[in-house]
């Protein structure tokens, strides 16, 4: 194997803490009696309802469309019928529209038939990869079909598939690298196709052995005259499956700021939404379930799980045995980018990745004291801000003052926070600050 | 912070060793005045008492560690006011004062007790008796720094008190010496230094910068003619280990950016070297680092962080 790949600036090393739940095969949850779609699952503008309530729908049924703006359709995971059109509880909007679904448990599964994909056109692959309400599921929930569609001013050269994975605790891009890697790489070989292009990567962090070799043997086996897929092997660093440091490890370019990766001929997925394409195009089915990380040591049984659209946690709680007496905090997605929430209501979006029952000793509780300028921020941020004076501007009550110091090119890693002696919440004052400044 | 206090206390106890017990009551006296300045400032300010982060007991080592060894213990009472409740809390608290308090507080005492505080020296003690000034008091104004020596008597007299040669390097870099009770030890001193070095508390950057600065100025303009100053002595004599290491080096008045601090660093030596050659003081660094600490604010906001990338088309 050739050296490790990475990029040259900031970055810290968390605790990995995937040991967990690495080994654990991914298991399918039984589907609970209900599910909450939240309508907003994606950037862009949020669905409407096309069903009524105390309809049937059966699976894979459109249940909301975006009739204008950036966005893809929303389906039902299972056949039921509509409960409710209300609000779910949401981690960071508080409460959000959502479609309420009974589940009918007598329903027979829906059966989906392979087809050959290959003489499909490029066009037509486009429409089957929106039509199946794919969205960015490593976590930003960006309309996958748009990227796929870059201004036709930028010649695109290379596909990145991230498999980075950095974010501590989640193993379940792991999990469907080892148990689903051929599935991944026709994704990728879809993917190429609908771009025109010939050469994809598969960035992978070294602490992954057994998905690097998966991978690289599937991605031999699935290369063709067309199609040239590789592995790159990537030093254990966070924020390493960034979109932005993850191309400057795997082909040296920098994406400008405040710019997309197009502008350097480059379009970046996630391994797990390639998986999710496959099945779209060649199954036919549309993005109704994800695997989701249960981990931290809060939760009696941790896993891997294969769960519906809109399960809600407290479903997820009471299949893997209940809670522990020292859990101390919830978060949704990994430790350093997810969200705390304070509600077992909250259902799991297409973008939950994880959801982590964290104990006492796994968190710091401590409060937060003044910035004393050590300057260990500055040497963490990959993307050279200054999250010091960010934070310290938005405390003084100047937020609008800040975007002299990048705050706009910051994507909320959460290594300043994470390095900071005086356990400043930085991140917060970063996202307040990006709500109250103008561009 | 406890460890920066731990890498400060081999460096004491060797002062012990050298000028006598003294010395541990003055950095007593000094350590419980600044703990009991700080709560007192922070309860009286409605902000949360904070001297069990060891903030306080940092200064309170490092003011007394830059005062004479033979001063009243009253001076580091004075002192730890001025660090403390001026310097620092009535700025802002931790992180928002602009000078380094415990220099702060020497400057004061400086000014207002500048008998005491350039003439109240011990002469190292010839063999380990670290009892010896017990019995006699310490009213014995019997020395004088090396840099003094050689300010105000000449490179002739220096030589005839202090030696030269190797002998001369060896018993200033152990800290056999005349000076401020934490500073003579340069070998404690560096060693401390590259040990929070080594836990990646503190960087290169200034230490260096300081010290080869010094050094480099030295070795141009301190001699006869130019390029003939002893850089090793002048590192060595004065203050200049302890400062690059312990002083300039405090987190809130240093500048923050890599750069910045290269910068600072080299003012600092450019000063200190300024100062002892043709200003009226004997050492510089005291008033050198503060100085820069003024300028910390303006260096960071000259160097910034180089950004991951430029956004297209240049500027915003």
């Known amino acids: ?359 006492a000793d796994e968190i710091d509780t401590a409060p937060h004291s003044q910035c004393i300028r050590c300057g260990w921020c500055l040497d963490a941020c990959p993307m050279g801000l200054e999250p010091k004076e960010i934070a310290i501007y938005v405390e003084a009550g100047r937020p609008q003052d800040t975007a002299q110091f990048g705050v706009f090119e910051c994507f909320e890693c959460g290594s300043c926070a994470y390095v900071c002696p005086a356990k400043r919440p930085i991140v917060q004052f970063v996202r307040l600050a990006k709500m109250k400044a103008k561009r | 912070m406890w460890t920066v206090v731990a890498c400060l206390i081999p460096p004491l106890l060797l002062s012990v060793f050298v000028f006598g017990i003294q010395v541990l009551l003055i950095t007593a006296v000094s350590v419980a005045s600044c703990v009991a300045v700080e709560a007192a400032s922070q309860k009286m300010l409605g902000r949360r008492v904070t001297v069990r982060d060891g903030s306080a007991v940092i200064t309170g080592m490092l003011l007394a560690f830059v005062i004479p060894p033979g001063v009243s213990p009253l001076l580091p009472v004075l002192g730890a006011v001025m660090a403390i409740y001026i310097g620092k809390h009535v700025l802002g608290g931790i992180g928002y004062n602009i000078f380094n308090p415990a220099l702060l507080g020497r400057a004061f005492l400086l000014a207002t007790f500048p008998v005491a505080m350039t003439s109240a020296w011990l002469p190292p003690l010839k063999d380990i008796a670290v009892f010896s000034y017990l019995g006699e008091g310490i009213n014995a104004v019997s020395t004088a720094t090396p840099l003094a020596v050689i300010k105000e008597q000449g490179m002739a007299a220096f030589t005839e008190m202090f030696g030269s040669g190797a002998s001369l390097y060896s018993s200033f870099f152990l800290g056999w010496r005349p000076g401020c009770i934490g500073e003579t030890s340069g070998f404690l001193i ?60 405090d987190y809130v008045t240093c500048p923050s950016n890599k750069i910045s601090q290269l910068v600072y660093g080299v003012g600092i030596g450019a000063l200190t070297v300024m100062i002892r050659l043709k200003g009226g003081y004997p050492e510089g660094i005291c008033y050198a680092i503060l100085l820069m600490n003024a300028m910390s604010p303006v260096l960071d906001g000259w160097f910034k962080p180089r950004r991951f990338a430029p956004p297209v088309g240049g500027g915003r």
């Open chain 1, 1 to 359: 194997m050739t050296s490790l790949l990475t990029f040259p600036k900031g970055g810290v090393h968390p605790p990995e803490s995937k040991a967990q739940t690495s080994q654990l095969s991914i298991e399918s949850m039984p589907v609970p009696d209900e599910l909450e779609l939240i309508l907003g699952q994606h950037i862009g503008a949020p669905c409407t309802p096309t069903v009524a309530k105390r309809g049937e729908v059966n699976e894979g049924d459109i249940i909301g469309e975006v009739s204008k703006g950036l966005g893809v359709p929303l389906h039902s995971p299972v056949a039921g019928k509509v409960k409710d059109l209300g609000s779910s509880a949401h981690p960071m909007r508080v409460s959000s529209p959502s479609i309420t679904i009974a589940v009918n448990h007598e329903a027979e599964p829906r059966r989906y038939q392979e087809r050959d994909w290959h003489s499909y056109e490029p066009k037509e692959l486009l429409g089957m990869v929106k039509d199946a309400g794919i969205i960015g599921i490593g976590g930003a929930g960006f309309p996958t079909h748009v990227k796929l569609s870059p201004p036709p001013d930028n010649p695109i050269d290379t596909l990145l598939l991230n498999g980075a994975e950095c974010e501590p605790y989640i193993t379940s891009d792991h999990r469907q690298m080892l148990e689903y890697a051929a599935d991944i790489v026709e994704g990728a070989k879809i993917i190429l196709k609908i771009l025109g292009i010939k050469q994809c990567a598969i960035g992978i962090e070294s602490n992954k052995p057994d998905a690097i070799l998966a991978m690289t043997e599937a991605a031999r086996a699935g290369s063709t005259a067309d199609f040239s897929l590789s592995v790159k092997a990537l030093t254990v660093k966070y924020p390493q499956g960034s979109e932005k440091q993850l191309i400057q490890a795997i082909t040296g370019r920098k994406v400008p700021a405040m710019a997309l990766p197009s502008a350097v001929g480059v379009v970046v997925h996630n391994v797990s939404t390639a998986r999710a394409i496959r099945d779209a195009v060649v199954l036919g089915k549309p993005l109704c379930d994800k695997v989701v990380t249960i981990a931290g040591k809060g939760i009696a049984r941790p896993a891997n799980l294969l769960v519906k659209v809109g399960t809600k946690i407290s479903d997820i709680v009471n299949y893997l045995g209940g809670l522990k007496p020292d859990l101390a905090k919830i978060v949704m997605g990994g430790p350093m980018m997810g969200f705390a929430v304070s509600n077992l209501e909250i259902p799991v979006t297409k973008t939950t990745s994880a959801i982590l029952f964290l104990a």
């Open chain 2, 190 to 249: 560096v060693l401390g230094g590259l040990y929070l070095m080594y836990r990646k508390y503190i960087t290169w950057h200034i230490p260096v910068s300081v010290i080869g600065t010094v050094a480099l100025l030295s070795w141009i303009f301190a001699g006869d003619t130019y390029f003939t100053g002893d850089p090793l002595l002048a590192v060595l004599s004065g203050g200049v280990l302890l400062g690059a290491f312990y002083m300039a080096n």
